[in-house]
Every structure is written in structure tokens, then in C-alpha cells.
T-cell receptor, first 113, second 110 residues
Framework: NAGVTQTPKFQVLKTGQSMTLQCAQD?????MSWYRQDPGMGLRLIHY???????DQGEVPNGYNVSRSTTEDFPLRLLSAAPSQTSVYFC????????????FGDGTRLSIL | GQNIDQPTEMTATEGAIVQINCTYQ??????LFWYQQHAGEAPTFLSY????GLEEKGRFSSFLSRSKGYSYLLLKELQMKDSASYLC???????????FGAGTRLFVKA
């Protein structure tokens, strides 16, 4: 049972480049989310999904797109990378939205030059 | 507004007890979570409270007062491996969004 798998683990981009961070879970969880973690600021919600075909914005959605075509996968796309998007990105999932803890992937460490 | 406050750092001695406090303001409330995060790793779930009172799980306990918007995490019999960041997180009504505090870095010294 792999849990939540994120790829890549590390990535360096140049300003203006685009890329997709992959996230997959094998626990049949309905709810999936993307966070970014910056020093001193805690985890901030970027986008979330409550099921296949349903996504919505979190606290800091600008510059990011998501889609949820299957229950298992929830990729995060950076449209045009900016240095302000340098961060550690975590994908998380939970069985339902209420009363269930989130299971986190190992994170993607992204640097934008 | 929505906000979670917790101390930035705490230091405690191996074998002792430490209490990490958290105050929260959210648009609606649907549960309070505590996560542990070791440096360079992902957060892992420790405890969950949705009703007032104390939840105990081994060496870890968590308390919630909804009327005061207050929670604490109690760690007993501290071990060196407990040195980590502890994240307080509140879920809003409907459970779609979770707000995280910046975390409390706990240093356990011998």
C-alpha cells in the first residue's frame, strides 16, 4: 500500500517555464488537496477536490491549475513559474472531509530561478 | 478572519511533559487536528478533536475547548525522537478547507 505518491521529489525551473507536479493515492480517498509550505507560514491550501471531476480553490490558487479526472490522480500545474512559487509542495488525501485526517505525500521541493 | 496561533519554538527535557497551545479562529468549525512533522519530512497525523474535552492516545493527549477556540497537545515522557514541529490545524464547516498554524518547533534535550 503506497499511500500518497508525489513526483518529482526535487525540481529546478527557470522563470516562465511550466510543469506538472504529480500526485496519486491508492486508498480510494474522495478528498485530495495541494498545499505549499514556506518557512514561518505553515501549510497553505492551493486547490482541493472532493471527488473526480470536482475541484475548487483554496487560499492561494493564483498561478496554479488542477484537474481530477480519476479518483486516484490529482496533478498540480504551474502555468508560468515565478520565483515566488519556490516552495515545498505537499499533496494530501483523506477518506472524507469530516473527521478524517489527511495523509500527506513526501513533498516536492521546487526552486524557481 | 481565519487564523491559527501557536508558539514558534519550545524546549523541553527528555522524560518531561510539554504542553503546546493553539488558538484558532475559523469560518465555522469542523474539527481540530494535530500533526507531527520531522525536518524534511511530510506531516503525519497525531490526534483529532471535534467535541470539547480530552482525547488520549498513548503518550500524546489533545484537548479542545470550542467556546474558547483553544486546543493543546500534551506530550508525556518526552523522547529525543519527539523533536519535531507540531502543526495545529482547524477544519471549517463542511470540511472542505483546513487552516494550518505555522507550527511549533519542539527541541528535546538530554
Amino acid at each position: 500500500n503506497a499511500g500518497v505518491t508525489q513526483t518529482p521529489k526535487f525540481q529546478v525551473l527557470k522563470t516562465g517555464q511550466s510543469m506538472t507536479l504529480q500526485c496519486a493515492q491508492d486508498m480510494n480517498h474522495e478528498y485530495m488537496s495541494w498545499y505549499r509550505q514556506d518557512p514561518g507560514m505553515g501549510l497553505r491550501l492551493i486547490h482541493y477536490s472532493v471527488g473526480a471531476g470536482i475541484t475548487d480553490q483554496g487560499e492561494v490558487p493564483n498561478g496554479y491549475n488542477v484537474s481530477r479526472s480519476t479518483t486516484e490522480d490529482f496533478p498540480l500545474r504551474l502555468l508560468s513559474a515565478a520565483p515566488s512559487q519556490t516552495s515545498v509542495y505537499f499533496c494530501a488525501s483523506s477518506l472524507r472531509t469530516s473527521g478524517q485526517p489527511q495523509h500527506f505525500g513526501d513533498g516536492t521541493r521546487l526552486s524557481i530561478l | 478572519g481565519q487564523n491559527i496561533d501557536q508558539p514558534t519554538e519550545m524546549t523541553a527535557t527528555e522524560g518531561a511533559i510539554v504542553q503546546i497551545n493553539c488558538t484558532y479562529q475559523t469560518s465555522g468549525f469542523n474539527g481540530l487536528f494535530w500533526y507531527q512533522q520531522h525536518a524534511g519530512e511530510a506531516p503525519t497525523f497525531l490526534s483529532y478533536n471535534v467535541l470539547d474535552g480530552l482525547e488520549e492516545k498513548g503518550r500524546f493527549s489533545s484537548f479542545l475547548s470550542r467556546s474558547k477556540g483553544y486546543s493543546y497537545l500534551l506530550l508525556k515522557e518526552l523522547q529525543m525522537k519527539d523533536s519535531a514541529s507540531y502543526l495545529c490545524a482547524a477544519r471549517n464547516t463542511g470540511g472542505f478547507k483546513t487552516i494550518f498554524g505555522a507550527g511549533t518547533r519542539l527541541f528535546v534535550k538530554a
